[in-house]
Every structure is written in C-alpha cells, then in structure tokens.
C-alpha cells in the first residue's frame, strides 16, 4: 500500500469508501454469476428456444394458411368461370344439334310426329281425367302439381318426345336397309 499523501486527490479511501467499492464489485460479480448461470443453464435455453420456434411456427402456419385460401378462392373463381363458359358451349352444340335434326328430318316425319305427340296428348288427357277419377285426393294433389311443371316446360317436352321419335324412325328405317 502506497501512504497517504497529503493530496486531495491521491488520498487513501476511507473504510466507507471501501464498503461500498466491496459491496459494488460484489453486486456486479453475483450479476456476472447469474448472466453465467443463466448461460449454463441448458434446460431453461432449450425452452426458450422452443417457445421462439413455436411462435414462429404458429406465425409461418397462418402465413401458409392465408395463402392457401387465397389461392383456393382464386381456383375457386377460375373453375367456375370455366364451368360457365362450357356450359354455355354445350348449349350452344344442344340448339345447334336441335336445328340440324330439325332441317335434315323429312316434312313427312315431322308430320308424323306432330301427330304421334297429338295423339300422345289426347291419350295423355283421357287418361288423366280416367285417373282423376278414381285416385285418392292427396295423390292427385302431387299430381296436379306435376302437371303445372310439364306444362311450364311444354316446350322443351315436345321437342324431347319429337327427337326421340325422330332417332327412333331412323334407327327402324335402318334396320330395313
């Protein structure tokens, strides 16, 4: 130990100065200990980083997950636009393939049909009124109801039962050849 001088500055520190040198480098020693501590301690690091990748995880999920419904509303989109577009197109070949049996088929077989379906109709009706006479109310409740919807669609049922009759004189004037 160097001796006192008579300086201010080079003056030796009290005993309370002492103290509080010690208990200051004590403070930061146990905090030193702690930070070395904690570094040591592998239990409480793998924690630490397994809760740091679970959030990151958890983050990544709902990243792919926002991703994918995007693309799933965009797919979404595109087929049914497709869907339309070929809707449309089969509609379009329907009235195309309904004109063409239409001009290719001979004035004497629609004739014929025409007739056939008339009959068919007259049938249908005698039929229809025999049946409404002898079927239960509530049955001939379903089939009023039935009956609203095929003449709601008279047309499209006309041309259905026309058609078929058409391939089916074809088919038979085939067979004779």
């Not at 200990?33 to 990544?60: I, R």
């Not at 809707?87 to 290719?104: F, G, I, N, P, S």
């Not at 009124?129 to 049922?157: D, F, I, Y």
């Amino acid at each position: 130990m160097s001796t006192p001088s008579k300086g201010g500055d080079d003056a030796a520190p009290t005993p309370e100065e002492l103290r509080q040198r010690v208990k200051h480098t004590r403070d930061e020693l146990g905090m030193t200990v702690e930070a070395l501590a904690a570094k040591a301690d592998v239990t409480t690091q793998a924690k630490e980083k397994a809760a740091e990748l679970k959030g990151q995880a958890t983050e990544k999920a709902t990243e792919f997950k926002e991703h994918a419904t995007m693309k799933a509303a965009e797919f979404k989109g595109q087929a049914t636009e497709k869907a339309a577009v070929v809707t449309d197109q089969l509609r379009e070949k329907a009235a195309h393939a309904a004109v063409l049996v239409k001009e290719k088929t001979p004035d004497p077989v629609r004739d014929k049909a025409a007739h056939a379906a008339a009959q068919v109709r007259d049938t249908a009706v005698r039929a229809g009124h025999l049946a409404g006479e002898k079927t239960p109310e509530p049955v001939r409740e379903k089939a009023e109801s039935a009956v609203t919807m095929a003449k709601s669609n008279r047309n499209r049922l006309i041309a259905a039962a026309t058609a078929v009759f058409v391939l089916l004189f074809l088919r038979r004037s085939r067979r004779r050849r």
